[in-house]
């Protein structure tokens, strides 16, 4: 299992870049990586995805070195609307096609006036 | 638009009451999820399912059961439901595949008394 460590909570100031990283030392050969947000009271939504070297989208970036070993999220100029907790998930197949989605406890983002 | 819909949104059961909790996807996805979070604890994986009639357990499926009868309906049975299963429930599918995104419901807040 490709099991994903990542830190409890981080303290930010607005206007800030912010980089949370997760490691994932047993990632498999097909698994990508993919990051989530979630706000209190809701269910997680996908933030971004990727396999390897650089992901952008309009919201963040995703750096993962060729070992594939961790990744790094990267949160340009936050935000207090940024405050959430951020997920690292790496996907994994668990035979006869089945897919299973495991999520570890996330990293808490605060973002500070 | 993807939707991930919870029949509930707020729930009260008694305890030893059996509990459904309804989760229906509108995007053919053949994998679904249910997952139960609690504070401190991240999200935890209960069941999940990659096809009709196919389901394998997550990490905590002690005191549940599912059923995938149809392919965009899984529900979540408490048989006889506990305080100690007071928690929210997430619901969430996905396709098959390395790349792709979960998509969860709104959630459902579980209270057993």
């Known amino acids: 299992l490709a099991k994903t460590t990542q830190p409890i909570s981080m303290d930010s100031y607005e206007g800030q870049e912010v980089n949370i990283t997760c490691s994932h030392n047993?990632?498999?050969?097909?698994?990508?990586i993919t990051w989530y947000q979630q706000f209190p009271s809701q269910g997680p939504r996908f933030i971004i995805q990727g396999y390897k070297t650089k992901v952008t989208n309009e919201v963040a970036s995703l750096f993962i070195p060729a070992d594939r070993k961790s990744s790094t999220l990267s949160l340009p100029r936050v935000s207090l609307s940024d405050t959430a907790v951020y997920y690292c998930l790496v996907g994994l197949n668990s035979g006869a096609g089945s897919y299973q989605l495991t999520f570890g406890k996330g990293t808490k983002l605060s973002v500070i006036p | 638009d993807v939707k991930v819909t919870q029949s509930s949104r707020y729930l009260v059961k008694r305890t030893g009451e059996k509990v459904f909790l309804e989760c229906v996807q509108d995007m053919d996805h053949e994998n679904m999820f249910w997952y139960r979070q609690d504070p401190g604890l991240g999200l935890r994986l209960i069941y999940f399912s990659y096809d009709v009639k196919m389901k394998e357990k997550g990490d905590i499926p002690e005191g549940y059961s599912v059923s995938r009868e149809k392919k965009e309906r899984f529900s979540l049975i408490l048989e006889s439901a506990s305080t100690n299963q007071t928690s929210m429930y997430l619901c969430?599918?996905?396709?098959?595949?390395?790349?792709?995104?979960?998509?969860f419901g709104q959630g459902t807040r579980l209270t057993v008394v």
């Open positions: 047993n990632i498999a050969t097909n698994d990508y």
């Open positions: 969430a599918s996905t396709l098959t595949g390395g790349r792709t995104e979960a998509f």
